[in-house]
Every structure is written in C-alpha cells, then in structure tokens.
C-alpha cells in the first residue's frame, strides 16, 4: 500500500523560506509522478508543483521563481523549497502521486492516485 508522509510545515514570516518532505513507502518511488498541492481556508486545491518520473517539472504561475520541486530517488522523498514566502502562500500542502503513469499531475490531482495527510504552512506579515 503506498503511503505518504509529509513533514517541515510551520510558521514563517514573509520573505522567509521553508522546505516540505514527502516520504513515499510501498511503491517504487522513481516510477511516480509526483506533486505538491495546496488548499487555503475557503479556497479550492491548486496544483503548486509537479515532477515526472523522468524530472520533468512544472510550477504554477503562482509560485514560479520562488518555489522548486524536486526528488531523491535513493531516499524515495520528494521536496518543495519555498523561498520568498508571502501571506497568500498559507495553506495546508498536500503531497500526491501517481503511480500508474508517472506523468506530471493534473490541476486537478491524480484520478486513482495517492495522497498524504498534508502539512500546515503559516506565513505571517
């Protein structure tokens, strides 16, 4: 059974950074197509970040330039450095994978994929 655990949320003030952990068990990880989303209170889950099991990878338009995803297949986790943080960036982040294509994940998320419980990040002013 393929799980995902997040970890590295917290409270940062504006124009700091953070990085979140995804741990991926269960599956073979390089094999995933693998994602960062992301719900504010009140709002919808947005795709923030996506990488294909060949590294291809897309930002929204959002978090271009401050945001980067990435992957260790050996440690089989995937990474969002966050840097330049503003206020609209608080929300809970979800980790999701597709394990099926290993494609670059839809806005919408992956149909029939995985996903972890998500990870609380705050940015204050």
């Known amino acids: 059974q393929v799980q995902l655990v997040e970890s590295g949320g917290g409270s940062v003030e504006a124009g700091g950074s953070l990085e979140l952990s995804c741990a991926l068990s269960?599956?073979?990880?390089?094999?995933?197509?693998m994602g960062w989303y992301r719900q504010a209170p009140g709002k919808a889950r947005e795709l923030v970040a996506t990488?294909?099991?060949?590294?291809?990878?897309r930002e929204s338009d959002s978090v271009k330039g401050r945001f980067t995803i990435s992957q260790d297949n050996h440690k089989d986790t995937l990474f969002l450095q966050m840097t330049r943080l503003k206020t609209e960036d608080t929300a809970v982040y979800y980790c999701?994978?597709?394990?099926?294509?290993?494609?670059?994940?839809?806005?919408?998320?992956?149909?029939?994929?995985?996903w972890g419980r998500g990870t609380q990040v705050t940015v204050s002013s």
């Open positions: 999701a994978a597709d394990c099926h294509s290993g494609a670059l994940l839809p806005d919408k998320g992956p149909i029939g994929g995985y």
């Open positions: 269960g599956y073979l990880f390089s094999l995933c197509g």
């Open positions: 990488i294909s099991s060949d590294g291809t990878t």
